[in-house]
């Protein structure tokens, strides 16, 4: 089966930029989280959609949002792109709220130059 | 909200030696606890989680951890390393928030085996 998968891989964008990243979880799961991973550091919560709807939101500014679909995959945009976004954009996926455990995808590398 | 503290940033062990990876949690009523794994340049994966019952947690590739809740630990463990145990951990707790369950985790502890 396929485990939780995201694209781009890599992605380089100047300031000031708008960026999609996209995940598809593992087939049957309803729920996405999004978790930004600065280097050198643990991720950081950004969002959680369960069934299209936002449940929470991590301390982030208003440029970062995100959708889920109706096929449970989700993107997440930032805007006006800052040097501070270059991180490892993760996403995960578990079959319902997330209080089981939650799949990890390989990741977004975001470089903002 | 909860938190968690990895007390060592990086960890250096020889080969086939003994090795403990520390975490600590913020105490709390009930409490949801895991161990990931990062290799370089890719994603998460689950070592091993705690969710209630027996104390020791038993993980993939060897690792275990305890759950102790008076000194409100989850100390990672693996009797005997080798080289391909090169990765960053990282200590999580689930922590429920605006409806969301978030994971919250620590600073990532990097553990690097010399042969």
């Known amino acids: 089966d396929a485990g939780v998968t995201q694209s781009p891989t890599h992605l380089i964008k100047t300031r000031g930029q708008h960026v999609t990243l996209r995940c598809s979880p593992i087939s049957g799961h309803k729920s996405v989280s999004w978790y930004q991973q600065v280097l050198g550091q643990g991720p950081q919560f950004i969002f959680q959609?369960?069934?299209?709807?936002?449940?929470g939101r991590g301390n982030f500014p208003d440029r970062f949002s995100a959708r889920q679909f109706p096929n449970y995959s989700s993107e997440l945009n930032v805007n006006a792109l800052l040097l501070g976004d270059s991180a490892l954009y993760l996403c995960?996926?578990?079959?319902?709220?997330?209080?089981?455990?939650?799949?990890f995808g390989p990741g977004t590398r975001l470089t903002v130059l | 909200a909860q938190s968690v503290t990895q007390l060592d940033s990086q960890v250096p062990v020889f080969e086939e030696a003994p090795v403990e990876l520390r975490c600590n949690y913020s105490s709390s009523v009930s409490v949801y606890l895991f161990w990931y794994v990062q290799y370089p340049n890719q994603g998460l994966q689950l070592l091993l989680k705690y969710l209630s019952g027996s104390t020791l947690v038993k993980g993939i590739n060897g690792f275990e951890a305890e759950f102790n809740k008076s000194q409100t630990s989850f100390h990672l463990r693996k009797p005997s390393v080798h080289i391909s145990d090169t990765a960053e951990y990282f200590c999580?707790?689930?922590?429920?928030?605006?409806?969301?369950?978030?994971?919250?985790f620590g600073q990532g502890t990097r553990l690097t085996i010399n042969p």
């Open positions: 959609y369960y069934e299209k709807e936002e449940r």
């Open positions: 995960a996926s578990s079959p319902e709220g997330g209080r089981d455990e939650q799949f």
């Open positions: 999580a707790v689930r922590d429920a928030f605006q409806g969301a369950q978030k994971l919250v």
